[in-house]
Every structure is written in C-alpha cells, then in structure tokens.
C-alpha cells in the first residue's frame, strides 16, 4: 500500500546533517538576544538568546549586515552554538541574524514527493460476518525528485570559501565528494561521500497561505541525472529517499529562503557560442590521456573534435541505494551502479578527426569545457568523463543532417570543475 502526494508548491529547505526538532523556524531575520564570536574559536556565545527555538542544525549565523560568521554544527543549549570552522567575522554583543545560506536552500523545478507505507494485514478467524483484521505498517519512508540547473563557482576569489559553494550538500549526499582547490572546486565520485541531509519540504496549495504542512525528511540520501541539449541550461533530476516520522507533517511558520543567491549562480547555455572544448579522446592501452588541463583554454575561441548536439548521463553519480531496516535505525546502502552516457554528434563533421565505427570497445575520455564568454571569471564549467567505454553506435539525425548517437558504459569516475 502506498500514499502519494504531489505538491503545487515548489519550495526545498536543506539543513545539515543532523535532525532538527520541531519548533525551529529559520527566518531570515534576527533572532532574540546578541551574540559573540572571535576569529579564533568556532564557539558562538549569546545572552538572551533562544539558540534551542531559533537556530536550526546548518543554518549560517551571519551579523547584522548578513555577513556571514559561520554555519551551525551543533546548537548546545541556548546560550551556546559550536560553528563548523573557527568564525569568520568577530562580533561582540551585538544582534545577530539567521539564513538558510546559498547551499541550504534550492529553486527547483517540477517537484514530485510521495511518502510511501508498506503494511501487513492479519485477518483472524471469526464467523461469516465477522472477522477482525488488524494492519501493522512495516515501513515508511519519503521519496521525491526535482530537477534543478547545473550552478557555477559564481565568485572570482582565489580559493572559494565553503559558504560560495552552491549545491554542496546535494552533491556530498548523492556520494560525490567536494574537493577546494585555488580559483576552483571539483565534485568528484573518485572518492566516495557518505553524507546524508535532513531536508524540509514543505507543502501549501494555492491562495491556501494560512496552512503550511511540513515534510521533515531525516538520512536523505539520492543520486543525478545530468542532462544537457545545445541551446538550453544543462540540468540536474535529482532523486532523493528518506525516512520520516511518526507524524508526517506539522504546521511552521513559513521559511524565507534566499534563492536568489542560488538563482543567480546558475550556468550558461551550451551553445556553439559557449562551447569552449569538447574533446573526445581514446586510451593508449592502460592510460588515461592527459592532454587536456584544468586550466580552461583560451576565449573566445576553443579547441573541439566532435560537433556534439546532447549529452545524457542517467545516474552520473554511479552509486545506486537499496533499503534497510535494523534494531538501531532505517536507512539507505550504497552501491555501485554503472552509468551510462549517450553522446550525438554530427557524423560527418566529426568523422575527419574521430570515427566511432572504428573505436567499438575502446576505452574513451569525455572533456566539456564551456562558460560565459563575456563574463567568464567565476562561471567556467569543466565536465570529464575519465574512463568511457564505447559498447554503441547508432545512426541517428540533427534536424536534417546526419549524425551519430554513440552508447558509452561509464567504468571510471566523472568530476565536474568549477573555475
């Protein structure tokens, strides 16, 4: 037996890694009480605060001018909050305020969220008209998808700071791994990620505002989709599975997240005005080529050997969860599922410098390079399938031209760089 519900409202509110209890609302406002913090410690002292009531577990404490101190990692009673990493502004005794942050809270696009019962019914011997039946629910837990667009690094510091990085709890729970590094950071699946979200979803119909239920989601888990067509904003469909409790939904006050800091750090269009590699390479044998670096090539003008229409790559992440329920808690394995990536491409552009008919099995390397050419400080995407094995080519067509779609098994690992 299962439940479904399907929601008008598409609005997500990400916390961090740990539950968060029922009467906290995150407003971005100031909370009561001051607070004070120092560059050399990650403890947050307040008077006459409420941290227990009006912080949540991931939320960023910032000052009064929304700068942002710190993201919460434990809220130890009222008075006292320990931040992730020592605070990055002092304040002292003053007002404070709390925000979801850039990477706690999501825009997202066609939401589907059901909560799912699985139950077991006894039927006990009785006479013709009557027999008792009991029902036990044996599970239950929350599953939803969404999809959202692909972000960029969005800042030109030197080394960016965690609070820049937009989406990093979805990417560290969907098993990839977050890797900072000068002037960029990499999602990789080279190393794997065990993180897991505690996630709002909160649910409201139209000209219905005096209600809002509230889904809270605990050991979030999931994977991506990655999803790109010439002329459109590369997507990501995320999956997610979670456990919820007893009493699914409870009315909050509403939540006001900033996405537009997300909204605004979303990538560019791939088109041939934007495109600034893509290079499909062969293996020598055993090795991985290495002609392409980090470094984005120069702009405007790239360097390409296929002319590429879409890129499709079901389940990037390459991990797949399966259910468990034990004495101590209910959860999500993981494992490793393969992923499968289509590329098409113009036959006959591509075939003076690559062919594909000649290339069944051989193990291939994937670079796509592309930004804002105007603008490019900050917004250059680097997408690379390490280690592709090429198990199809299909005829296919571009508007009117001929092309190829070519089936690759992923049996490496995929990093997305953002510079």
């Known amino acids: 037996m299962a439940q479904l519900a399907k929601f008008h409202e598409k609005a997500i509110a990400i916390y961090g890694c740990a539950q968060i ?105 009785g006479d013709e008209l009557n027999r008792d039946e009991a029902t036990v629910i044996t599970d239950r837990f929350a599953k939803f998808d969404f999809e959202t667009f692909l972000p960029v690094k969005g800042t030109t510091s030197a080394t960016p700071l965690v609070s820049e990085v937009p989406m990093v709890d979805w990417f560290q729970s969907s098993g990839m791994s977050v890797t900072m590094g000068v002037g960029k950071y990499t999602i990789s699946n080279a190393t794997a990620s065990n993180k897991y979200m505690t996630i709002e979803i909160r649910r409201s119909s139209p000209d219905l505002t005096t209600t809002q239920k509230t889904y809270t989601i605990t050991n979030a888990r999931g994977l991506f989709d990655f999803d790109v067509n010439l002329g459109t904003k590369p997507k990501l469909k995320f999956n997610y599975q979670g456990n919820v409790p007893a009493t699914l939904s409870a009315e909050k006050l509403s939540i006001v997240a900033d996405f537009q800091n997300q909204k605004t750090t979303i990538s560019e269009s791939i088109k041939s005005t934007t495109v600034n590699l893509a290079l499909l390479e062969v293996w020598s044998g055993s090795t991985e080529p290495t002609s392409v670096s980090f470094t984005p090539p120069a702009l405007p003008t790239g360097t390409t050997n296929i002319v590429f229409n879409k890129v ?3 389940n990037l992440t390459g991990f797949e969860y399966s259910r468990y329920m034990t004495s101590s808690v209910d959860g999500w394995s993981k494992g490793a599922s393969p992923t499968d990536v289509t590329l098409t491409i113009l036959e006959d552009t591509s075939a003076a410098t690559y062919n594909p008919d000649t290339k069944l099995e051989s193990l291939h390397k994937l670079t796509l390079n592309y930004s804002d050419i105007a603008d490019s400080a900050g917004k250059v995407v680097t997408v690379i399938f390490r280690k592709l094995e090429l198990t199809k080519v299909t005829a296919s067509k571009v508007a009117n031209y001929t092309g190829q779609d070519l089936g690759f098994r992923s049996v490496g690992y995929t990093d997305i760089i953002f510079s």
Not at 29 to 47: F, H, N, R, Y
Not at 54 to 80: P, Q
Not at 93 to 115: E, H, Q, W
Request: hydrophobic share 45%; aromatic share 6%.
């Open 312 to 314: 499709t790559a079901p």
């Open 21 to 125: 209890a029922e009467n906290v609302s995150v407003i971005n406002t100031a909370p009561t009480g001051t607070v004070t913090t120092s560059l050399s410690t990650t403890a947050v002292t307040g008077v006459g605060t409420k941290f227990l009531t009006e912080v949540a577990l991931g939320s960023y404490i910032t000052n009064a001018t929304d700068i942002i101190v710190g993201r919460v990692l434990t809220v130890t009673s009222d008075t006292a909050i320990i931040l992730e990493a020592n605070s990055l502004v002092v304040i002292a005794a003053s007002a404070f305020r709390t925000a979801l942050g850039p990477k706690n809270a999501l825009a997202v696009l066609n939401l589907n969220f059901a909560v799912d019962l699985t139950s077991e019914a006894f039927q006990y011997t």
